[in-house]
T-cell receptor
Framework: KQEVTQIPAALSVPEGENLVLNCSFTDSAIYNLQWFRQDPGKGLTSLLLIQSSQREQTSGRLNASLDKSSGRSTLYIAASQPGDSATYLCAVDPGSNYKLTFGKGTLLTVNP | DAGVTQSPTHLIKTRGQQVTLRCSPKSGHDTVSWYQQALGQGPQFIFQYYEEEERQRGNFPDRFSGHQFPNYSSELNVNALLLGDSALYLC??????????FGSGTRLTVV
């Protein structure tokens, strides 16, 4: 059974700091890994998707890496802003038609 | 192009009641998956519908059931509601193995 763990559970940083969120998974037989953002009480916004054959993906100030063999992914956020405050969720897809297994998320607070 | 639409956005039910949640998929998508997200937790897969049939199911009791209509829209039904069913219910639509799209969710409170 696939298990996804996210560390840390919560993180508070001053504005402008670079930060790294971590995600680990127990079964390396994944099709892809996706990072989502969730604002309080809202739905999920997809940030980055990394296919199993890829090592990283970038979008603006966000960079996600994937090491499938070790079961790890990181989300790097550069020059953090208060608007980045949200919960960040990592999810793996085994390739079974978008049946995702999620971690519990990291609650990020960026202080002005 | 409309994304995934879920209704209602919020509702409150009493223990023992039944509830129906609705989801309209993104245009072009034919598969609908439902997730339950309890407070402070990540979403958990409930089940998935394709071609009007349940194709995959997570570890949820039979009180949770669903339906998919010919236009690909879907319903999630929960019978005999428990306090522990209080959660955000998320719908995601997809096509094949492509990346899916999530709706904004329905917040269910059971009192």
């Amino acid at each position: 059974k696939q298990e996804v763990t996210q560390i840390p559970a919560a993180l508070s940083v001053p504005e402008g700091e670079n930060l790294v969120l971590n995600c680990s998974f127990t079964d390396s037989a994944i099709y892809n890994l996706q990072w989502f953002r969730q604002d309080p009480g809202k739905g999920l916004t997809s940030l980055l998707l990394i296919q199993s054959s890829q090592r990283e993906q970038t979008s603006g100030r966000l960079n996600a890496s994937l090491d499938k063999s070790s079961g790890r992914s990181t989300l790097y956020i550069a020059a953090s802003q208060p608007g980045d405050s949200a919960t960040y969720l990592c999810a793996v897809d085994p390739g079974s038609n978008y049946k995702l297994t999620f971690g519990k998320g990291t609650l990020l607070t960026v202080n002005p | 192009d409309a994304g995934v639409t879920q209704s209602p956005t919020h509702l409150i039910k009493t223990r023992g009641q039944q509830v129906t949640l609705r989801c309209s998929p993104k245009s072009g998508h034919d598969t609908v998956s439902w997730y339950q997200q309890a407070l402070g937790q990540g979403p958990q897969f409930i089940f998935q519908y394709y071609e009007e049939e349940e194709r995959q199911r997570g570890n949820f009791p039979d009180r949770f059931s669903g339906h998919q209509f010919p236009n690909y829209s879907s319903e999630l039904n929960v019978n005999a509601l428990l306090l522990g069913d209080s959660a955000l219910y998320l719908c995601a639509s997809s096509l094949g193995r492509d990346k899916g799209t999530f709706g904004s969710g329905t917040r269910l409170t059971v009192v």
